[in-house]
T-cell receptor, first 113, second 114 residues
Framework: AQSVTQPDIHITVSEGASLELRCNYS??????LFWYVQSPGQGLQLLLK??????LVQGIKGFEAEFKRSQSSFNLRKPSVHWSDAAEYFC???????????FGTGTRLTVIP | NAGVTQTPKFQVLKTGQSMTLQCAQD?????MYWYRQDPGMGLRLIYY???????DKGEVPNGYNVSRLNKREFSLRLESAAPSQTSVYFC?????????????FGPGTRLTVT
C-alpha cells in the first residue's frame, strides 16, 4: 500500500537560513509527487509537483524539490527562508488508478528573526 | 474566478444535530473531494466524486454522506454529529482522474461538535 512519511513534525529555522523538509514515500511504480503549503487558517496551495522528466523541480515562492528514486524521497528545499514561509507543509503522492492523493502528516515550519 | 468555495467557514453543533457543508468550484473540474484534517494526521479522504453523477467512499466515510448536485457542487452531510467529527473539513477539485493532476483546495470549514 502506498504511504507518505514526513519524519519532522516541527522545524524551526532562522530567517535567511536554508531549509530542507523531508518526504519519503512507499509506492511500487513511479509516483506522482506534490508539495502543498497551508498558511494558518487557510486551505492548501500547491507549491510544486513531479511526475516525469527532470528530477529537480522548481515551484512557486522560490521552493524546489528533488525526486530521488533510490531513496524514495522527494525533499523540499529553499535556499533562504523568509518570515512569510512560516506555515505547514504537506507532501502528497498520487498513483495511477487511484483517484485521490495520499497526504503525509505535515511539517510545521517556524521562522525566527 | 473564485476557485473552490466552501460554506460555512465555522460551525458549532450539538451532538446529534445534522448539517450540510457546501462546496462549489468554478473551474469546470470533473473530480471533487472531501477531506478532514486532524492534528498530527494530515488530510484523510472522506468521499470523492470522480465525475458528475458518481460518488465513492474514501478512507473515513462513516458518519457522512455526500451529494454531487451537479458538476459545480459537492456537498457533505453529517446526519447525526458526534464529537469525533470535530475537525477542519476541506473540499478540493481537480480537472480529471489522471494521477498527475493536482488538486485545488477550498479555505476549509472548522466544525466543532459539543
Amino acid at each position: 500500500a502506498q504511504s507518505v512519511t514526513q519524519p519532522d513534525i516541527h522545524i524551526t529555522v532562522s530567517e535567511g537560513a536554508s531549509l530542507e523538509l523531508r518526504c519519503n514515500y512507499s509506492y511500487g511504480a513511479t509516483p506522482y509527487l506534490f508539495w502543498y503549503v497551508q498558511s494558518p487558517g487557510q486551505g492548501l496551495q500547491l507549491l510544486l509537483k513531479y511526475f516525469s522528466g527532470d528530477t529537480l523541480v522548481q515551484g512557486i515562492k522560490g521552493f524546489e524539490a528533488e525526486f530521488k528514486r533510490s531513496q524514495s524521497s522527494f525533499n523540499l528545499r529553499k535556499p533562504s527562508v523568509h518570515w512569510s514561509d512560516a506555515a505547514e507543509y504537506f507532501c502528497a503522492v498520487g498513483q495511477t488508478g487511484a483517484n485521490n492523493l495520499f497526504f503525509g502528516t505535515g511539517t510545521r515550519l517556524t521562522v525566527i528573526p | 474566478n473564485a476557485g473552490v468555495t466552501q460554506t460555512p467557514k465555522f460551525q458549532v453543533l450539538k451532538t446529534g444535530q445534522s448539517m450540510t457543508l457546501q462546496c462549489a468550484q468554478d473551474m469546470n473540474h470533473n473530480s471533487m473531494y472531501w477531506y478532514r484534517q486532524d492534528p498530527g494526521m494530515g488530510l484523510r479522504l472522506i468521499y470523492y466524486s470522480a465525475s458528475e453523477g458518481t460518488t465513492d467512499k474514501g478512507e473515513v466515510p462513516n458518519g457522512y454522506n455526500v451529494s454531487r448536485l451537479n458538476k459545480r457542487e459537492f456537498s457533505l452531510r453529517l446526519e447525526s454529529a458526534a464529537p469525533s467529527q470535530t475537525s477542519v473539513y476541506f473540499c478540493a477539485s481537480r480537472i480529471g482522474q489522471g494521477a498527475h493532476y493536482e488538486q485545488y483546495f477550498g479555505p476549509g470549514t472548522r466544525l466543532t461538535v459539543t
